[in-house]
């Protein structure tokens, strides 16, 4: 007999919340409303030019075959390149490990990492898909509160608490999802003297607004660092992303990719090789707007009566600590769709810390978001 009770393992794997609020939205929509979506990490951009003039050429020579499982060699040579030019890291071409979209290689490195059983440290929040990847994976996801006093940045102290003989990787991600902090150098230094194996997932590093982009393997070599195409060159759709890790890991890693995706969209790579080489001045021209957008923001909110009470400084999101504290964040999020058309997303998507809080992605026109904030203090819904 065919039930629920066979895929009962999986209970413990959560939905996205804000797929649920994007439903909604979408349904409304569809009914005639005018919806305002600050719910996703969706640039609004068109992908760069010459992604798509790359793509074109690829189907002229029908170039949609199996590769190396390790990604095309010249655009593994072109992600090199890209981490000395704009991060001052110098990694061989031997490093890299291209797949379909970042995800994948979230799993893949903390079961490179953390046998079944072992510990992964995460901050609370932290991306709405990092518990359950650790869970896939077999290990314990062990939570590390972020707090608001603080300014979300990361407390190495409380951390160093935290760690067991079963502690075997720490993930993070700066410039932050779902905060929008940068990680100060004292605490990527801190991280590194703990001589643990760290996942550093890079996906928001070139949207780093105040300070110079970074990686995690400045401060490390004993580390996997995860980044790809889907933020600063606004390529979601297009799912390419890579890993760079030690030679030593590389061989588990290969292995692993093959036996679960062979290889990475041929196309796609040499439309990733094509932006790398001839894209950089329109994805820069890119995180302007979304910078000048970043300083809107937070001054309208201010001038609106929803001070965030910090400075998110990468990414293009902002935290928002509501002051209703009888209503949960979900439930808040519905209530402010159905009153108002805009899409948010609940805090609750990020963690148990994120419960109380609300995340706005500024990855929208100026004038949409002048629209949303207006409708969205008007409703008195998120001002005391």
């Known amino acids: 007999m065919i039930s629920t009770a066979q895929t009962s393992h999986l209970d413990s794997i959560g939905t996205f ?16 409303r005018d919806i305002i979506h600050l719910e996703f990490g969706e640039p609004d951009f068109s992908a760069p030019l010459d992604a798509a003039d790359s793509v074109r050429k690829s189907m002229e020579k029908n170039s949609a075959g199996y590769t190396f499982s390790q990604g095309l060699e010249g655009l593994r040579n072109e992600i090199a390149k890209k981490y000395e030019e704009d991060y001052g890291v110098k990694i061989l071409p031997e490093q890299v490990l291209v797949t379909n979209g970042s995800s994948l ?33 077999g290990a314990e996801p062990v939570l590390i509160k972020l707090r608001y006093e603080d300014g979300f940045q990361l407390d190495t102290d409380e951390l160093k608490k ?29 991280l590194a003297d ?22 995690f393997l400045s401060f490390s070599k004993q580390t996997i660092a995860i980044n790809g195409f889907s933020k600063y060159f606004a390529m979601t759709g297009w799912r390419l992303g890579y890993m760079i890790t030690p030679k030593e890991w590389m061989s588990a890693a290969d292995r692993l ?3 679960l995706m062979i290889s990475a969209t041929e196309f796609v790579q040499e439309a990733g090789i094509s932006v790398l080489q001839k894209s950089k001045v329109y994805c820069e021209k890119m995180k302007a707007e979304f910078n000048r957008r970043r300083i809107f923001v937070l001054k309208r909110m201010r001038e609106l009566g929803m001070d965030p009470g910090y400075t998110p400084t990468g990414a293009f999101y902002v935290f928002y600590k509501y002051p209703d504290s009888s209503k949960t964040s979900l439930d808040l999020c519905h209530e402010v769709l159905e009153k108002t058309g805009v899409a948010i997303a609940p805090g609750r998507d990020f963690g148990a810390m994120g419960e109380g809080y609300i995340r706005l992605s500024y990855a929208q026109s100026m004038e949409n978001i002048d629209r949303a904030l207006t409708k969205l203090a008007d409703s008195k819904l998120l001002t005391s």
């Open 105 to 137: 290689l979230l799993y893949l490195a903390i079961r490179l990492l953390a046998p079944p059983g072992s510990q992964v440290i995460l901050t609370d929040p932290c991306y709405a898909c990092y518990e359950n990847i650790v869970r896939l994976a």
């Open 17 to 32: 919340l804000a797929m649920e609020i994007f439903t909604k939205a979408q349904k409304m929509a569809a009914q005639g």
């Open 162 to 190: 935290r760690v067991t003989a079963k502690t075997k990787a720490i993930l993070i991600n700066s410039p932050m999802n779902p905060t929008g902090v940068v990680f100060s150098s004292e605490v990527m230094q801190s």
């Open 194 to 215: 703990l001589d643990i194996p760290v996942i550093s997932d890079e996906i928001y590093a070139d949207l780093s607004f105040e300070d110079s982009p970074r990686s």
């Open 257 to 259: 990719h093959q036996n």
